[in-house]
């Protein structure tokens, strides 16, 4: 059933976006991986749910709906910051310390 | 009463105060949206969404007095639930009636930014509620998302909106690692239910499977970034710094505060089985937590920093509570969150009442000669801040507070003795910045040339007399807080039965 490979893929995927997160300074390039990260774990969830019934694949529906409304505040948040600053890098917003 | 969770009506019934307030303010937010942005539309939405949690509130109590128990199910229907969605109003309601006078006061004439509180306060009484990780994902998403928003509510501060870029993308980071840690424990137990996972375990025989193991930790790093615990809590101070005001208050009280009962009432359902393996880590996060917190926390000239810092402190000692893992420490969790939730917000609430829009009394330099000035704001902030260090009597609830999460540490199974001691050692560090605030409005000079304080509001007066006399009034009394959470408990009673090998304190330490 490849639930293993699909598993060892989804870990895969997760760790370049915990990399990508933790690595790029440019907001939306940020958000990208976050959103990356969330997918892969939708892939395990579908994986799992070969193994387990329904459940898993009614994790996904939710976790897509809610990554849908999370992008739609993300961005909404990231043109607020563009709109003071003339910037998505994080680089150059140190208005606040540390 | 007994509600069978089967069926679609019981299930209502048990569920309707979070019902209520999300279908009410569903239609607040129709109304919010109805009218032109102005300052009296952004007051009445905000009365009616006080009105709205008060009505909540009053229902929550009723149901905590009933005391009404529920079979296996998606929901839980108990004390702790009770108790905990009483504490998440009370914080709500208080950011409410800041935000109308900060927002008059700002001329932030949005009246959605109420609404978005109620919408987190049903967020936090979801995740309390819980007991599959499907509806606890859906509450965190309802409350996280509604507090990105808040956090940038000022649009026309470049910090507000920076604050709230750093939150989100911490807090979708974080919500990764959550997401994936419930996949991973869905696999290795194939339910995502938290009484049955806590079975499975035992029947099973799950509690060396790497597959749980890792999806726990990475569900603990999730969690830990929610309630701020070192070394995940460096967004904090940044985020709560930048945030207006009254949204930095329900921020450190009330989001922490739902994201602790979620993460005590998995703990305590689902892998009381797996005690011996999470205690290692729960332990270290709790002692880093208490020394980085409240160490950093004496070096912060900026009072919101500090107060930063200082919650970080206490998500520490809270911690402690949830390491020796017994029922008891899920009532000294529920009086600590309600003490800290009043102190706290009470504290933000004189910062509220003294600053303008021009200067907003950050600084602990702005708080020098308070007592000549004000002395009622003086007097109410030392009750805040004796409450947040633990004194006795003076500090009310506070002292208590403390108090009983040092039993609960004392008398489990395992007695938590280290994580006691470093919890007296840490207190003791943070009279240091607590008490230098009061030494300050107490024996400094008022200096020279500071801008005059403006007239208090209404709202934020009676929010920090409010404060104050609960605070006292419990600590004199704490009885009634203790029983109505000891009530038909069902929280953490399995974790006492279900522990099969107690852990030494000695076996804690590598």
Not at chain 2, 316 to 338: K, M, P
Request: charged share 10%; proline share 4%; aromatic share 10%.
């Amino acid at each position: 059933m490849m639930v293993a490979e699909a598993l060892a893929l989804s870990a895969v995927l997760f760790t370049i976006g915990v990399v990508g997160v933790l690595t790029r300074r440019n907001a939306i390039i940020i958000f990208m991986c976050v959103e990356l990260m969330l997918n892969a774990v939708n892939l395990s969830f579908v994986a799992f749910s070969r193994m387990y019934g329904a459940t898993g694949q009614v994790f996904v529906v939710f976790v897509m709906t809610v990554a849908a409304a999370e992008a739609a505040v993300g961005l909404a948040i990231i043109i607020s910051i563009f709109r003071h600053r003339q910037t998505v890098d994080l680089k150059n917003i140190n208005l606040l310390k540390g | 009463m007994n509600y069978d969770l089967s069926i679609p009506m019981q299930l209502s019934a048990a569920l309707l105060p979070d019902l209520l307030l999300i279908g009410g303010a569903m239609v607040l937010m129709l109304v919010a949206a109805w009218r032109d942005e102005s300052a009296e539309h952004q007051r009445a939405v905000g009365i009616g969404s006080i009105l709205l949690a008060a009505g909540v509130l009053v229902m929550v109590l009723v149901q905590g007095a009933r005391g009404a128990t529920a079979g296996p199910g998606v929901i839980a229907v108990d004390s702790f639930r009770w108790a905990s969605d009483a504490v998440f109003l009370i914080a709500g309601i208080i950011a409410l009636a800041l935000s109308i006078e900060y927002n008059s006061r700002e001329r932030i004439d949005t009246a959605e930014s109420h609404v978005l509180v109620l919408f987190a306060v049903a967020g936090m009484m979801l995740m309390v509620a819980s007991r599959d990780l499907m509806v606890l994902f859906l509450g965190i998403e309802l409350m996280s998302v509604a507090v990105y928003v808040l956090a940038g509510m000022n649009r026309r501060s470049g910090r507000s909106a920076e604050s709230a870029l750093k939150y989100f993308l911490l807090g979708a980071f974080s919500t990764g690692f959550l997401l994936y840690g419930i996949a991973l424990v869905y696999g290795a137990t194939g339910t995502t239910n938290l009484a049955t996972i806590g079975e499975r375990i035992n029947t099973f025989n799950l509690q060396q499977t790497p597959m749980l193991l890792v999806g726990i930790a990475l569900l603990l790093v999730g969690f830990a970034f929610k309630i701020a615990a070192a070394p995940f809590h460096m967004w904090a101070p940044d985020v709560y710094e930048g945030a207006p005001t009254p949204i930095t208050g329900f921020m450190a009280a009330g989001v922490k505060a739902g994201a602790f009962a979620a993460l005590l009432r998995v703990w305590l359902e689902a892998f009381p089985g797996v005690y011996s393996e999470w205690h290692k880590a729960v332990w270290w996060l709790a002692a880093i937590t208490m020394i980085v917190g409240n160490l950093v926390a004496l070096q912060q000239r900026n009072l919101k920093r500090m107060l930063a810092y200082s919650s970080i402190g206490h998500t520490g000692f809270i911690l402690v509570a949830l390491a020796s893992g017994t029922s008891q420490a899920a009532t000294a969790f529920v009086f600590y969150l309600l003490a800290y939730t009043l102190a706290t917000m009470g504290a933000f609430a004189v910062m509220v009442s003294l600053g303008t829009s021009t200067s907003p009394r950050e600084s602990i330099e702005d708080y020098h000669g308070l007592w000549q000035e004000r002395p009622g704001m003086a007097v109410a902030m030392t009750v805040f801040m004796l409450a947040l260090l633990g004194f006795p009597i003076f500090g009310g609830m506070g002292f208590f507070a403390k108090w009983y999460v040092l039993q609960a540490a004392m008398q489990a199974p395992a007695p938590q003795t280290r994580l006691a001691v470093i919890l007296v050692i840490t207190t003791a560090v943070s009279a240091g910045y607590y008490l230098s605030l009061v030494i300050a409005m107490f024996m400094k000079p008022r200096p020279a040339g500071a801008a005059p304080l403006p007239p208090s509001g209404a709202w934020s007066r009676a929010v920090i007399a409010v404060s104050v006399i609960i605070i006292l009034v419990f600590g004199a009394w704490p009885d009634p807080v203790v029983n109505l959470v000891n009530k038909h408990s069902s929280l953490g009673t399995p974790a006492q039965t279900a522990m099969p090998r107690p852990a030494p304190e000695t076996a804690a330490l590598p």
